[in-house]
Antibody, heavy 115, light 108 residues
Framework: VQLLESGGGLVQPGGSLRLSCAAS????????MSWVRQAPGKGLEWVSG????????YYADSVRGRFTISRDNSKNTLYLQMNSLRAEDTALYYC?????????WGQGTLVTVSS | EIVMTQSPATLSVSPGERATLSCRAS??????LAWYQQKPGQAPRLLIY???TRATGLPARFSGSGSGTDFILTISSLQSEDFAVYYC??????????FGQGTKLEIK
């Protein structure tokens, strides 16, 4: 199983980014997926989750209304659309398999929000 | 939101010795508790779930115990590759699945 994130980068406060996570080696459509982030030198924070079909989504209070999780099961890809970015959103964003217990992690993509 | 508190923040142990890491939940999470290991520059790795079930391929020197609010991760005989940061995570009251702040296990 492999999860490969992309789309991170440097963005100004108030800006937007779209993260992608390409999954391989698993029946992607059968699994819920999540995003977990880690600010530099800090601990882990669950950000968002999505059901296997994409019909149900979940968000941390810190990102609700600004971030949107989605998936394309035909492309085995998970997304995180991030709008109205803030300095406190600066972190390494991990794509993880499953909803609650995270057995498989990507290598992460770094998002830096700074002017 | 359930708050997870890990202790100590840093634990210094010699190779070959036993390490005991603690995690406490602000309210009961039953057995819905996982442990992760993170080495510098790497993604976290799942070690334990269901408070005491080892992930596939995890050496038997790692064991988890506890239920309710108090949990322990024990590494019975530390190997050099075990020195890392360890996080606990509750997934009973989800979302969100909250993590502890981590315990850094360092070589004494």
């Amino acid at each position: 199983v492999q999860l490969l994130e992309s789309g991170g980068g440097l963005v100004q406060p108030g800006g937007s980014l779209r993260l992608s996570c390409a999954a391989s080696g698993l029946t992607f459509r059968s699994y819920a997926m999540s995003w977990v982030r880690q600010a530099p030198g800090k601990g882990l924070e669950w950000v968002s989750g999505i059901s296997d079909s994409g019909g149900t989504t979940y968000y941390a209070d810190s990102v609700r209304g600004r971030f949107t999780i989605s998936r394309d099961n035909s492309k085995n890809t998970l997304y995180l659309q991030m709008n109205s970015l803030r300095a406190e959103d600066t972190a390494l964003y991990y794509c993880v398999k499953d909803r609650k217990v995270y057995q498989t992690w990507g290598q992460g993509t770094l998002v830096t929000v700074s002017s | 939101e359930i708050v997870m508190t890990q202790s100590p923040a840093t634990l210094s142990v010699s190779p070959g010795e036993r390490a005991t890491l603690s995690c406490r939940a602000s309210q009961s999470v039953g057995s819905n508790l996982a442990w992760y290991q993170q080495k510098p520059g790497q993604a976290p790795r799942l070690l334990i779930y269901g408070a005491s079930t080892r992930a596939t391929g995890l050496p038997a020197r790692f064991s988890g115990s506890g239920s309710g609010t108090d949990f322990i991760l024990t590494i019975s005989s530390l190997q050099s590759e075990d020195f890392a940061v360890y996080y606990c995570q509750q997934y009973d009251n989800w979302p969100p699945g909250t993590f502890g702040q981590g315990t850094k296990l360092e070589i004494k």
